[in-house]
């Protein structure tokens, strides 16, 4: 039963190719099922798989499809490797994904280009069940730039409007910088153990190299680059805010659910490594923590409600980041999962707003949806609970565990615990602002809505989603083999004071965010007042400048280089040999005159020349 | 028997040949160009005639008797391409024709 | 006899296509392309084709035996690779020129099978006289192909195309007839044969001279920096059949020479010479990838990317190792069908709105859905994408890269970023956006006929089949190069020794 693995990324495999290579001219009424049906099939297939894998207590499976190419000692294969790990991720992916799809298939019906978008879906699919369940680096590059791809194409799925355009080309340069770091640790990896299958690679790294040695470090440095490009962590975050132009769904899957997760599966996957290179693994929960405060200050400013939740999405990445960086293994994944549901919920109920609005993202022209919108509300309500950690939703028992993980951390332990807290506490702010502007008060919209936009294929994944953003916090994570292996994890003992003001510090985020936006107690408008504030709000709104310094550092200079040479100095070096001769060419043209007595005497001269020569000589 | 010392035919072949050059550079007229180039070609048959006898050797009339058919085939070619310029250009003046400048 | 049977149906062939134009101004591009598939059919003899060494065919005349010259033709994995690479290729031509060459037709197709002719003999010659002859044969009718059936600035480009190829040429054949000479000197007889010429020694300054003679010839091919500013002219003013034969393989004939000829004959001095050669490999890589972003010309920014992606070769042939020298390869084979049909989408464009200037072309999209599926398909492909050919080779290149030299290695990569931001800038330019009409005539801008899309097909798979199963090409180079890597290994370690 568990060779069935395979299947998992060829049903999405052949939705796509379905409907690519009928041209994308299907009609919605097959194109739909065809893809939501994909990954319904691969969901199965993963619930069996997973259901038979938990029972056999197997520690992991291997299933080899076929040997990809093998050249003197490198030999990746498409081998699929099972373990608690993946078997977390697939579920998640076609899981949260089928239920996504379904969604779309609600959201998109109205636009011409129906099966195109589902093409790209099932692409992505199957790209990232290939990231996840890859036993070695190279599969895993495949998965990694495949759902690049993916989210290129996505972000730029209405491709008549430039900046669509932009942001698409943006999100994948700035990833393939991430990607291309990782490369050249596939090489340095390849070098120095002579392999990239990833149990083998992280047995070796054990025998070969000491904790803190050169190699570790660069090693797990080069592949902490790759992650934070696909995360979007500092510092190469600046993409997903962007990305937010893709349709809705997308944003859901790719940008909140799972691609942008990838990062952290591959430090997760990859912890022996990290673990030996305890410097580096300290930049990883650093880069966390200051991502997740950036961009927590940065989602307080904004007005687009798909940037706050992306804004939103990097934080919380930040979270899973400083999991990882501290240690807390199992923590982090678990945050991923719970996070996969009540951000999928979030950005899928944003998009019924949206479309209920016709189109309108900015929040400053909602207001009062609350009646109007009875699912998005629901939907919002629950979701922003378990973005803030509301206790006993399921983001209040994964941010606990990360955070008591940093706490057990020696040293700086505290600090990063700190750090978190007060993430925590913005994060009450900016969910509750968003949520108390959207759906009460006065309503601002320019075209209010008339019903709620919906369907059961619409619906049904909002209240399935609910359900599991409510009691995700109760799904046991088979990790322990992965990260412990073996030992199950001790509790964390700590006081009930931490715990008191774990849970207190997100209320009271909430709690200043309702005095501000629904009581009206403090006003915003004083806030603002003065000039430095102003400042402030613009710098924040801005991602911290992170744009125009990019843009000033590398982006200018590159196009000017670019422009300057547009002719390629080289070719006028040969350009110059060409005017040499040309010159010298008109020179010597002087001399043939067409005068036939003229050449005669040259020819006598001459020959006087040579005969006197030769008589003197 | 009185020989006619080598160094007089040399001379008078030298004396030719200039007298040939001279003409070549100096006319205007193509047919006395070409026929002053005859003059210089028979000047070196000449010198040909003059070696061969003081040398007793052969070749020296044979490479006479071929600037001879030499010549005749030059001159054949020459007034024929003379008749063509003047026929296209209407006139002989070899500073005229000067088509072939860089 | 196969081998002499290939290149003999070549320039039969290309004989009558010129013959039967009198005819009938259709029948030359039916009969060439008879002649190419016949060709290609007759190369899958060598498949199957075991001997007992690498080389699966052989065929060996005396020609001018007083100086050592023979007719000798050889074959081995490596050759039959680029061999079919340069059949279906040439296919791909004829289907590109198929409505687009209307004048003299018959004449073009005799130039391009004599290309064709000529590539398959330098992709078989084991003498380097013969070798040599071969390398003109396949200049000349391609400088014809440029300036009769190119664009608005043709004499410039052919001109520039021919005095490259030719000065360089020459610097090859001078070494050619060093080495010739050498190999009197050392072992008593002139001789031009592959096998005997790898047992002269050419040590010191002149087996770096000599080797440079051929790398400066081979990497003007590839092209390399400095040597690539032929290129974009030649591209850009070729008919896209010129374009295809051009880039998907005349270029490679270059990237053979170093592989068969340069490095195994002048061990040492190449590795002498290695870290120059990967230097200019790596900044190639870089400074065309940026000059590329910056051109309007979409067909001289394809080819800037050609130049580009060479890098990633002369980096892998220059890294010698086996995973290096089979990214090499392999990049070699995906580049051939990637940027050929690149370019023929270029041509289709070109073909259809009479313009090759990018700001003038914007949101094609809706007007040509197969084509920009094609596109995109390609597009991602030039970047690299894991999943398809030019992903493998480049990714072995550098990983045997990275094995020889870590600066230049991290260097290069940095190409896989530039690639991916002009890859990504051209299918915006013209695909993406709204839709753009700058003054040009789109009532011919249609979309893909079928018989555009079964050429685009066979190449798609092609590369799918490279990305997903490379093992299928990879076997088949393996034993050559593994054999290349041993003697160059032996005629060092034999040096060293006599040194000592």
């Known amino acids: 039963m568990l060779e069935l693995i395979w299947l998992l990324p060829t049903f999405p495999l052949l939705g796509f190719l379905a409907l690519v290579l009928t041209g994308g001219r299907l009609p919605k009424q097959i194109a739909g099922p065809i893809g939501a049906g994909s990954i319904g099939l691969s969901f199965a297939v993963a619930a069996l798989v997973a259901s038979e894998f938990l029972n056999s207590g197997l520690e992991h499976f291997t299933y080899e499809a076929w040997v990809w190419m093998s050249v003197g000692g490198f030999n990746p294969g498409f081998t699929f490797y099972l373990d608690g790990l993946s078997m977390v991720m697939m579920l998640i992916i076609t899981g949260v994904g089928f239920l996504i799809h379904l969604y779309a298939t609600g959201y998109m019906s109205d636009d011409p280009s129906f099966a195109r978008f589902f093409s790209y879906m099932n692409l992505f699919v199957s790209a990232m069940l290939m990231l996840v369940l890859g036993d070695n680096l190279v599969l895993l590059y495949l998965g990694w730039e495949g759902v690049g791809l993916c989210s290129y194409l996505l972000i730029g799925f209405w491709y008549t409007n430039p900046a669509n355009g932009y942001a698409a080309r943006k999100a994948f340069v700035v990833t393939r910088v991430g990607d291309t770091s990782m490369a050249i640790g596939l090489f340095l990896l390849f070098a120095q153990l002579g392999t990239l299958n990833i149990q083998d690679m992280l047995h070796a790294a054990e025998m070969q190299w000491s904790v803190g040695s050169g190699f570790a470090v660069a090693a797990s440095l080069l592949l902490l680059g790759g992650a934070v490009g696909k995360s979007a962590q500092l510092p190469l975050q600046t993409w997903l805010p962007d990305a937010m132009a893709g349709p809705t769904p997308i944003s859901a899957l790719i940008h909140a659910a799972t691609m942008v997760t990838a990062g952290v599966y591959l430090i997760a996957r990859t912890h022996p490594l990290f673990e030996m290179a305890p410097s580096v693994q300290l930049l990883v929960a650093l880069i966390g923590l200051i991502t997740l405060l950036l961009s927590g200050f940065t989602a307080m400013t904004q007005s687009d409600i798909k940037r706050i939740l992306a804004y939103s999405t990097v934080s919380q990445i930040g979270y899973m980041f400083l999991g990882l960086g501290v240690g807390a293994w199992s923590a982090a994944i678990f945050h991923l999962m719970t996070h996969a549901f009540f951000k999928a919920l979030l950005f899928l109920a944003s998009g019924t707003v949206i479309l209920s609005l016709h189109h309108e993202q900015n929040i400053f022209k909602m207001g009062g949806l609350r009646k109007a919108l009875p699912v998005s509300f629901f939907s919002f309500l629950i979701g922003s609970l378990a973005l803030t950690a509301f206790p006993y939703t399921s983001g209040y028992f994964s941010k606990d565990e990360i955070l008591l993980g940093a706490l057990e951390l020696e040293g700086v332990g505290f600090w990063f615990w700190l750090g978190g807290v007060v993430g925590a506490f913005f994060t009450g702010i900016y969910t509750f602002r968003l949520f108390f502007i959207v759906f009460f008060g006065d309503s601002q919209a320019e075209h209010p809505p008339e019903k709620e936009v919906g369907g059961w294929h619409m619906n049904g994944p909002l209240i399935l989603l609910m359900i599991l953003a409510l009691a995700g916090g109760f799904i046991h994570v088979p990790l322990d083999a992965v990260f412990n292996h073996g030992e199950a994890h001790g509790e964390h003992h700590v006081s009930g004071l931490i715990h008191g003001i774990m849970i207190a510090v997100p209320l009271l985020g909430i709690a200043i965010s309702y005095l501000f936006f629904m009581s009206k107690t403090f006003s915003v408008e004083k806030l603002m007042a003065s000039a430095l504030a102003k400042k402030l709000h613009a710098f924040w709104f801005g991602g911290w400048g992170f744009d125009t310094l990019y843009n000033a550092v590398l982006v200018s200079p590159f196009l000017f280089l670019a422009r300057v040479n547009r002719k390629d100095i080289i070719d006028s070096f040969y350009a110059l040999i060409v005017s040499v001769s040309q010159a010298a060419n008109a020179l010597i043209v002087k001399s043939q005159t067409g005068s036939l007595r003229w050449y005669a005497l040259t020819v006598a001269g001459g020959l006087v020349v040579m005969v006197s020569l030769g008589a003197i000589l | 028997m009185e020989t006619i010392p080598v160094e007089h035919g040399f001379i008078l072949a030298g004396i030719l040949f200039c007298l040939g050059l001279i003409g070549v550079l100096t006319r205007r007229n193509v047919v006395f160009v070409l026929m002053s180039l005859e003059i210089m070609l028979n000047a070196s048959g000449l010198a040909f005639i003059v070696a061969a006898a003081r040398w007793g050797h052969a070749e020296g009339q044979v490479m006479f008797l071929m600037i001879l058919t030499l010549a005749a085939a030059e001159v054949a070619v020459g007034l024929g391409l003379i008749i063509q310029m003047f026929r296209r250009f209407q006139t002989v003046d070899i500073n005229v024709l000067s088509e072939m400048k860089g | ?500």
């Not at chain 3, 078989?124 to 071969?134: K, P």
């Open chain 3, 1 to 500: 006899m196969i081998l002499v049977t290939l290149i003999a149906v070549l320039f039969v062939g290309g004989l009558a296509c010129w013959l039967s134009e009198r005819f009938n101004p259709d029948l030359p591009r039916l009969i060439a392309l008879l002649t190419v598939l016949l060709d290609f059919a007759l190369m899958f003899s060598l498949l199957g084709a075991e001997g007992t060494s690498t080389w699966v065919a052989v065929f060996e005349a005396p020609w001018i035996s007083r100086f050592g010259i023979s007719f000798y033709l050889a074959a081995d994995g490596l050759s039959v690779l680029l061999l079919m690479l340069t059949a279906f290729l040439g296919v791909v031509a004829i289907g590109a020129a198929w409505d687009e060459v209307q004048e003299r037709p018959g004449f073009f197709y005799f130039n391009l099978l004599w290309t064709l002719a000529g590539v398959v003999g330098v992709f078989t010659a084991l003498d380097l006289f013969l070798f040599f002859f071969f390398w003109e044969v396949m200049l000349i009718p391609m400088y014809l192909i440029i300036a009769i059936w190119g664009h608005e600035n043709k004499n410039y480009a052919a001109m520039k195309f021919f005095i490259f190829t030719q000065v360089t040429g020459m610097m090859m054949l001078v070494s050619i007839l060093v080495l010739a000479y050498f190999h009197y000197l050392q072992l008593g007889s002139l001789s031009f044969n592959y096998h005997d010429l790898l047992n002269v020694s050419l040590t010191g300054e002149m087996g770096m001279w000599v080797m440079l003679g051929f790398f400066i010839s081979f990497s003007t091919k590839l092209p390399s920096m400095p040597f690539h500013s032929w290129l974009p002219d030649a591209h850009s003013q070729a008919p896209t059949a010129g374009s295809v034969i051009l880039a998907g393989v005349l270029l490679k004939t270059g990237a053979y020479g170093l592989i068969r000829f340069a490095v195994p004959l002048f061990p040492e001095a190449s590795m002498a010479f290695a870290p120059v050669a990967m230097t200019l490999a790596a900044v190639s890589i870089l400074y065309c990838a940026k000059v590329a972003f910056a051109q309007d010309d979409i067909k001289r920014l394809i080819a800037y990317t050609s130049v580009s992606h060479m890098g990633f070769v002369t980096l892998g042939i220059y890294a010698w190792n086996e995973q290096a020298l089979q990214g090499a390869v392999m990049t070699m084979l995906a580049h051939g069908l990637s940027a050929a049909a690149l370019f023929m989408l270029a041509g289709g464009l070109q073909h259809r709105i009479h313009t090759r200037n990018m700001p003038d072309m914007g949101g094609f999209w809706p007007k040509v859905p197969k084509m920009t599926a094609v596109a995109i398909f390609f597009s991602v492909a030039a970047l690299g994408m894991p999943g398809l050919g030019n992903f493998i080779g480049e990714f072995l290149a550098l990983i045997g890269a990275f094995q020889a030299n870590v600066t230049l290695t991290v260097v290069a990569a940095f190409g896989l970023i530039l690639a991916s931001v002009y890859s990504l800038w051209v299918l915006q330019k013209v695909f993406q956006g709204e839709y753009n009409n700058r003054g040009f005539d789109d009532s011919h801008l249609t979309d893909l006929s079928r018989r555009e899309m079964l050429y685009f097909a066979a190449m798609m798979i092609g590369l799918v089949w490279m990305g997903l199963y490379p093992q299928t090409f990879l076997s088949m180079s393996e034993p050559v190069l593994a054999q290349l890597l041993s003697e160059s290994a032996q005629t060092l370690v034999t040096s060293l020794e006599g040194g000592l």
